[in-house]
């Protein structure tokens, strides 16, 4: 489980970006983090696995403080966060297979990883993963032969090979048409089913937060207003978050949608 108490993040200019943040993510929930550009979000995701250092208030993995770690207890810890990018961050003249067996090298020795010379355990791990998400066929190809929806499901696959107890996304869909998004956030939401993983995915489309997530956050201005189910969301909550829109709209769209999935279903 993910605990946050009372994180801040102020910069030298005085401005902050989290005003005193404070929630928990339970084993097993993908929670769904919304709000405008410059609300947060993505420094919220960072500052849990450091990436971007708090000013102030505590984060705990699993009962570990990650506020309080070192450089090699921070190391370690972050064995146990998998994050999955807006942009995938797959190194491009690398096959797919090498792309996903990097989410081990904070497991194996420099040598080993310089030569990328993986246990046999972890070859077999990354093939299963790649079978899960419909790439096996594709563990030869480079990276950049792959199109967007592949390359994020590379990604999936390389953070979910890290084993970890918690997923940090950030915009896993920015890049993708909207078939495909929907892909990969119904992917990732079975995946942490399947898995039990807490997950926190950083996301601009409303919509697709309602329809995959069980629970919503929505940041303004570096405070939370509001926390609950997808449902209630409705049109006061959006203005709250956003400001001024004709949010009936979009509610009435996501209600269709729904409706439609649930008759092909």
């Known amino acids: 489980m993910l605990r946050i108490e009372n994180l801040v993040k102020q910069y030298r200019t005085g401005d902050k970006a989290l005003k005193g943040i404070s929630l928990e993510v339970p084993v097993g929930q993908v929670m769904a983090l919304i709000g405008p550009s410059g609300a947060g979000k993505s420094t ?5 696995n450091r990436l971007v250092e708090p000013s102030s208030g505590k984060i705990f993995l ?6 309080g770690l070192g450089i090699g207890g921070l190391r370690r810890a972050r064995r146990r966060m998998g994050m999955i990018f807006q942009e995938y961050a797959l190194v491009e003249r690398l ?30 791990e990354a093939f299963r993963l790649l079978e899960r998400v419909g790439l096996d066929h594709m563990a030869d190809k480079r990276a950049d032969e792959l199109s967007g929806g592949q390359r994020q499901r590379v990604g999936i696959c390389r953070a979910l090979i890290q084993n970890p107890s918690l997923l940090l996304v950030d915009e896993p869909t920015a890049s993708l048409d909207p078939k ?3 892909q990969i956030m119904r992917l990732i939401c079975e995946l942490c089913d399947e898995r039990q993983l807490a997950a926190i995915i950083n996301i601009h489309d409303v919509q697709l937060a309602q329809m995959f997530a069980r ?8 405070e939370i207003v509001y926390d609950g189910p997808p449902d209630g969301l409705d049109a006061e909550v959006l203005t709250r978050i956003y400001g001024e829109e004709d949010w009936e709209a979009t509610i009435g769209k996501v209600d269709a949608e729904d409706e439609e999935n649930g008759e092909a279903a």
């Open 215 to 222: 629970r919503v956050v929505g940041l303004q201005l570096g």
């Open 95 to 124: 096959s797919v297979m090498e792309n996903v067996l990097s989410g081990r090298l904070g497991y194996v020795g420099f040598w080993r990883s310089w030569w990328r010379r993986f246990p046999q355990s972890d070859v077999q």
């Open 44 to 48: 919220l995701i960072r500052c849990v």
């Open 180 to 182: 495909t998004s929907r």
């Open 62 to 67: 699993d009962g570990t403080e990650l506020t």
